[in-house]
């Protein structure tokens, strides 16, 4: 190996950087099964090849590359995906598959040599972004979703998740996931505690409740010029008090609630719209102030819509519930570590893989804290250090 560990990882983070990255927001664009994360999954093949790691697909899209017997149990999981959020950040998934390779690297170049296997995964459609529902791939894998109903989910176009596989998804692999004893999926901070902290690397503790609404508006399109005020059924209405009630029910609550996204038919200047849908995205740290949060949004849409005159119909995509990670893995990854152990808002594969086998999360500094954003930004130091992180982790899991 040349080079110090930074600009290792420099090298090999250059070879996707530029992949499904938007010239304009400097964003990416990898939505799953779309050419860019198909580029990122030959990639991800072409570096396990490089390395001797013989890969495998569970017929659900999700990749697995074996340091180590393919059939072998007890084997140690690590990885985590390569798509984005639209014009998303370049870090959220891909450091988790990149440390990976550069861990096995680093575990080859001390001579370690595991007794346990060591498997590598890149996880199909974390972020929901095409399909709808995130961690589509982590869920299928462990029965959490029903393989009929994700084959069934469709794109912004049209196009059915069976269709972007090129066939109906797996669904649970009892088999396959009862091979693994472990999970330690490296992320980048999304927020700002290890800059507050002062530390390069974190545990994680706990996941927050979180979820997704729709809620589909309907009025009456109408003329913008001709159409008096007090005719008027406009959804729009109904939407912009949804969207201010969300954001004070959960500053009450000391949750978050957000609406990212919204549809509006027919989208016109000059037209009072037909149908307004949006997306409430729901956390809070605890099952009960999430729920109280999201009837407390559903009963103020419910209010506004009466007195719009319009209709409304909202449907549950997703819920996570609440993530303890395993204490005991996280409290002797932390001590080995030396690293703060620190909760987190946002969604993960581990967080789904975590209800079937002892899991845990490493997260690297994010000196801006921004993420789902092309601002999200990791130093390379402290890649680095994360790698050096995952490396001691993985060492201490699959050594006896
Ligand atoms: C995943 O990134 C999420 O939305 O929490
Ligand atoms: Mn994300
Ligand atoms: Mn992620």
Redesign the pocket.
Known sequence: MSGDLASRFRALWDEIAPVGRDAGSGGYLRYALTEPERELRAWFRSQAQRRGLPVTEDGNGNLFAHWGEPEGSDAVLTGSHFDS?PHGGAY??PLGIVSAFLAVDELRAAGVAPDRPLVLAAFVE???ARFGV??LGSRLLTGALAADRAAGLRDAAGVSFAEALGGPPAGARPDLLGRFGAFVELHVE?GRALVDADAPVGVASA?WP?GRWRFDVVGEGNHAGTTRMADRRDPMLTYAFTVLAANKEARLRGAHATVGRVSVEPNATNAIPSKVTGWL?A?AADPETLSGLVDAVRGKLAERARRDGTEVTVTEESV?PLVAFDGGLAKRLATLLDAPVLP?????DAGVLAAHLPTAMLFVRNPTGV??SPAEAARDADCAAGVRALARALEELTCR
């Open positions: 959020v959220d998934g974390e972020e929901g995130p961690c999304q996941i979180h995205d956390r996570t987190t808002g946002a969604g993960h993420s789902h």
